[in-house]
């Protein structure tokens, strides 16, 4: 196992634009238990020792400034030999990715690219109101959205960007698509206003679990590559 894996599942170009954004540490040459998550923590991993996983998917690392979280991490896996392959943006922008799978759990047909290539527009195969579109989220991700904006009307076309959404611009973006609905994973007053004020529904789930779908992708290609038959969900907050 090496970096080389990384490059039959993304897309080479965007690997060597983002150095920084992925990489594979390797305590356990071969693995043979995969677990996954959408952020490396200390909790994940502790859980990842109890069910004797050797290998940690995540679409996060633990960045630098979560300060002595880091160490603690990297201290956990090392003592207990487990390897770890994370990849964040590349896997934002891959078409199995982050906002690409989550429209894909509302069978939408991807018809559009914003947020710099993290986000996607998605269209419904029917038109759907707010709340039939929170249900089958709700049952997909197993959460109910912490924030919503209901403008009381159809949904035929969706904006998805997962995870840290909450800029206006991208709201804004997606309006250009004549969407009805946008989806993400953070907010703020201001977007939620701006969605209010822009008569749009918007639906706000966490980060976390917005981008869990695009991970269990991710965690599944690994898997074939390695020929590992099973991933293993490993629980996370609802941060």
Same mark, same amino acid.
């Given at each position: ?11 080479? @170009?965007?690997?060597?634009? =983002? ?14 238990? %995969? ?5 490396? !923590?200390?909790?994940? %991993?502790?859980?990842?020792?109890? $069910? ?6 995540t679409h996060h690392n633990v960045w630098d400034f979560m300060l002595e979280e880091k160490s603690i991490c990297l201290e956990l896996l090392s003592q207990h030999r487990i390897s770890h392959?994370?990849?964040? !943006? ?39 109101? #707010? ?9 997909? #991700? ?13 949904? !035929? ?13 991208? #709201? ?7 969407? +009805? ?5 953070? !907010? ?18 966490? =980060? ?11 965690? +599944?290609?690994?898997?074939? $590559? ?9 629980? @996370?907050? =609802?941060?």
């Amino acid at each position: 196992m090496d970096k080389k894996l990384l490059y039959s599942i993304f897309d080479p @170009e965007i690997l060597d634009a =983002h150095p920084d954004e992925w990489d594979i540490v390797i305590h356990c040459p071969n693995p043979d238990a %995969i677990g996954f998550a959408t952020t490396l !923590t200390p909790a994940v %991993i502790k859980q990842a020792i109890a $069910q004797n996983i050797n290998l940690l998917v995540t679409h996060h690392n633990v960045w630098d400034f979560m300060l002595e979280e880091k160490s603690i991490c990297l201290e956990l896996l090392s003592q207990h030999r487990i390897s770890h392959i994370w990849c964040h !943006t590349p896997l934002d922008a891959a078409d199995f990715g982050t906002s690409a799978a989550l429209l894909a759990a509302l069978d939408c047909k991807l018809i559009g690219t914003i947020a710099d290539g993290d986000g996607r527009i998605g269209e419904l195969p029917k038109p759907l109101q #707010l709340s039939e579109v929170t249900n089958i989220l709700d049952e997909k #991700l197993f959460e109910s959205p912490c924030r919503k904006n209901d403008a009381s009307k159809l949904i !035929t076309r969706v904006a998805c960007v997962t995870g840290a959404g909450s800029r206006i611009s991208y #709201l804004a973006e997606a309006l250009a698509f004549d969407v +009805e609905l946008y989806i993400t994973g953070e !907010t703020s007053m201001y977007l939620l206003e701006y969605a209010c004020f822009r008569n749009i529904n918007a639906l706000v789930y966490s =980060h976390n679990y917005t981008e869990i779908l695009g991970t269990l992708n991710f965690a +599944e290609k690994v898997a074939s $590559q390695l020929e590992i038959n099973k991933v293993t969900r490993i629980d @996370e907050p =609802h941060f």
